[in-house]
């Protein structure tokens, strides 16, 4: 009997997402703003009516154009009639600077716009900013149940920073304040429904990530700036879902390691360094792509069998769009049908087809979650070059120097002295970060495939770290020439 076709492609990575990743990893757009909002509206608990704060800022377009019903005329009439605070006592010269000048404070993360509604998300200071949209932002809903598990600290930080509405940003955009009510209220967040969690895989995952948010929150404690603070916290987040994407393949396959992230410090491309840290992205990435593979598998296993699908129709990638690959379809489909009259085992059978629901997904699918890491991850400052996301570009893994004082206050507390090769290990055990210098590090690095280093470059890899650390006065040679390593200053 001939099988109905499979559901989308589509609909089938929209299951598989929810129920083994927990979020839809799968837009290029996705910015740092966007995990912000998504974060701190699931932290604090509740989201605003934000329409006002577009209203005034948005005044124009990334090509210049000003967007319909956003003139400064139509902009100042609709406040002079809603709002005392802007009056006709305010020159007009002046109100179309102020609004020129909120577009730039508010656009520093590059935000997003949108003509007839809020903003997608932009640069946030304090809750008057937190909106309800939720596009590209359910990744940061979900760290946020994950960090709010381990370390209610770091939570009760952002609300106490985001309750505090009298930084210069929020007071600038007091007249398009609309109500201390919130538009939305959030629940309990979850991601115990994750298959992976329900499986009980994550207690390593868990358990590294406990440590690290616990030291990084006692450490914002002693950063007076608050938006400093919540910008930290940001790329924070941002640092734990990459990870966490990183581990997928380990979360569902216990005899699998999380990949080393070798930290080039070398500013070098053409180092043994850049490259072997090319290395360890590429199999980083490489691990996403079996475990998406697996994924695949198990909702194939869950719902057919394999005669099924050896009659089954090609798959299309989305109903109602056009088919722009049909005949590569086709031909992956049917080289499927071919290789799995070639094996006995079923398992392997149903890995066949999955891998070519894979191959489809990679050849109609306009982002992708390997581009979607590589994005992330570059436009934060983990991954370098910055700019160009493509399938085929080589990254690196390269920490910015903000990114280099998240990891120093994840690792150390602010009344400890520690020494260099301590704080080597703590990045190691916490975020499975390697820079060199230590009697292991060769050894994890061959293990895991990467071949290219010998002792002296890791050593030469560590000097540089110690240069960034020295810049960040993290680091301190004494007397007797002992690096030691601590927060900021000498201790009184």
């Known amino acids: 009997m001939k099988m109905e076709k499979l559901q989308s492609i589509h609909e089938i990575r929209k299951k598989i997402d929810k129920d083994y990743i927990g979020f839809i990893p799968q837009n290029t757009s996705v910015k740092p703003v966007h995990i912000a909002n998504g974060l701190f509206k699931r932290f604090y608990g509740c989201a605003y009516d934000t329409k006002n704060i577009s209203k005034i800022s948005y005044v124009h377009k990334a090509n210049g154009k000003v967007p319909k019903g956003q003139s400064d005329e139509e902009v100042k009439m609709y406040f002079e009639k809603y709002n005392k605070m802007i009056g006709d006592h305010i020159n007009f010269d002046d109100f179309k600077s102020f609004r020129l000048f909120l577009q730039d404070i508010i656009n520093v993360d590059k935000g997003v716009f949108k003509e007839k509604s809020s903003m997608i998300a932009f640069s946030l200071t304090s809750k008057m900013f937190l909106n309800t949209d939720n596009i590209y932002q359910d990744a940061g809903e979900f760290?946020?149940?994950?960090?709010s598990s381990v370390s209610p600290e770091l939570v009760n930080i952002v609300k106490e920073s985001l309750e505090d509405d009298w930084d210069p940003i929020s007071i600038l955009f007091a007249p398009a304040k609309i109500t201390d009510q919130p538009k939305q209220v959030y629940n309990e967040n979850k991601f115990e429904d994750v298959i992976s969690y329900k499986n009980n895989n994550w207690s390593n995952f868990l358990s590294k990530l406990k440590s690290s948010s616990i030291v990084f929150a006692k450490n914002l404690r002693h950063i007076p700036n608050k938006m400093v603070r919540l910008r930290l916290v940001n790329f924070f987040a941002i640092l734990q879902l990459i990870i966490y994407l990183f581990s997928l393949e380990s979360l569902y396959d216990s005899k699998k390691s999380v990949q080393p992230l070798l930290f080039d410090c070398s500013d070098n491309?053409?180092?043994?360094?850049?490259?072997?840290?090319?290395?360890?992205?590429?199999?980083?990435?490489?691990?996403?792509?079996?475990?998406?593979?697996?994924?695949?598998?198990?909702?194939?296993?869950?719902?057919?069998?394999?005669?099924?699908?050896?009659?089954?129709?090609v798959p299309i990638y989305e109903e109602g769009k056009q088919r722009k690959h049909e005949d590569g379809y086709t031909e992956i489909w049917q080289m499927a049908k071919n290789d799995v009259l070639e094996v006995e085992n079923t398992d392997e059978k149903f890995t066949i087809f999955a891998q070519a629901l894979y191959d489809m997904l990679i050849l109609d699918a306009s982002a992708e979650i390997k581009l979607y890491l590589i994005k992330l991850g570059s436009v934060s400052g983990i991954f370098y070059p910055p700019t160009t996301v493509s399938k085929n570009q080589f990254k690196r893994i390269v920490f910015s120097q903000e990114y280099v004082e998240i990891l120093v206050k994840s690792c150390v507390e602010s009344d400890e002295i520690i020494t260099m090769n301590e704080l080597l290990n703590r990045l190691y055990n916490n975020f499975n970060i390697i820079i060199g210098g230590r009697d292991q590090d060769e050894q994890i690095l061959k293990q895991n495939g990467i071949t290219q280093l010998d002792?002296?470059?890791?050593?030469?890899?560590?000097?540089?770290?110690?240069?960034?650390?020295?810049?960040l006065n993290f680091a301190e040679i004494m007397a007797d020439g002992i690096m030691q390593i601590r927060i900021g200053g000498n201790l009184k």
Do not use: H, P, T, W
């Not at 760290?143 to 960090?147: C, G, H, K, S, Y």
């Not at 199999?283 to 079996?290: C, E, L, P, W």
């Not at 002792?455 to 810049?471: M, P, S």
């Open 455 to 471: 002792e002296e470059a890791l050593k030469e890899n560590q000097r540089f770290f110690e240069d960034k650390l020295r810049v």
């Open 143 to 147: 760290i946020a149940a994950v960090i």
């Open 269 to 313: 491309n053409g180092s043994s360094i850049a490259k072997s840290s090319q290395i360890c992205m590429i199999k980083s990435i490489q691990s996403v792509a079996r475990v998406y593979i697996y994924f695949f598998k198990e909702y194939l296993v869950e719902r057919y069998s394999i005669d099924e699908l050896i009659s089954s129709e």
